[in-house]
């Protein structure tokens, strides 16, 4: 049975940082490609973040620069470093699998808010 399990997601000014995890299980996690996603009050799921199973990654134009999307195949988690956060990055992080995978996590919650 495929899972994914966010963490670390919290309440933090503008301008500080945080880092959201996902574990996965499931499935063979170094095989496939791995994302963040983000929702917020109102608005659709966006895509933030992507990285390949050798490690290439991807950003939205609104977190380049800012986040980072690493993996640790050893221990089948995907990680989100996000610094110089901004009210508008509050949302609830998702982590995904491949297309192939429909299932999601419940996601965590990060609050940009001074």
């Known amino acids: 049975q495929v899972q994914f399990v966010e963490s670390g997601g919290g309440l933090v000014q503008p301008g500080g940082s945080l880092r959201v995890s996902c574990a996965a299980s499931?499935?063979?996690?170094?095989?496939?490609?791995m994302s963040w996603y983000r929702q917020a009050p109102g608005k659709q799921r966006e895509l933030v973040a992507t990285?390949?199973?050798?490690?290439?990654?991807n950003y939205a134009d609104s977190v380049k620069g800012r986040f980072t999307i690493s993996r640790d195949n050893t221990k089948n988690t995907v990680y989100l470093e996000m610094n110089s956060l901004k009210p508008e990055d509050t949302a609830v992080y998702y982590c995904k699998g491949p297309s192939s995978i429909s299932a999601w996590g419940l996601g965590t919650q990060v609050t940009v808010s001074s």
């Open positions: 499931g499935f063979t996690f170094s095989s496939y490609a």
């Open positions: 990285i390949s199973r050798v490690g290439i990654t």
